[in-house]
């Protein structure tokens, strides 16, 4: 297996354009086996770039990818 490319707390930078209230942002966090992993909602995210701290201490070694879907759009990508 290839080593986690995230160390203990790994920051993510979401750019996310919330411009409809009603809709609610999600971030899911997944395994490479596409699993759940984690998952935030948007009460705490505002209307542009948002830093989303993952803490990945308990996580086993491998590839995480995120998923920003905010009711219109999904976007994934790996961790890096």
């Known amino acids: 297996a290839y ?3 995230v160390s ?3 920051s993510i930078s979401i750019p ?3 411009t409809n209230n009603k809709a609610t942002t999600t971030v899911s966090i997944y395994n490479s086996l596409g699993q759940n992993i984690e ?3 948007s009460s705490s995210l505002l209307n542009g770039y948002n830093n989303l ?4 201490a308990n ?5 995480y990818f ?6 219109y759009t999904r976007t994934t990508k790996n961790f890096s």
């Open 53 to 56: 701290t993952v803490n990945t």
């Open 59 to 63: 996580l086993n070694a491998g590839v």
């Open 66 to 71: 995120y998923t920003v879907y905010n009711g």
């Open 8 to 10: 203990k707390g790994s």
């Open 16 to 18: 996310l354009d919330i």
């Open 39 to 41: 998952n935030f909602n």
């Open 3 to 5: 080593p986690n490319p």
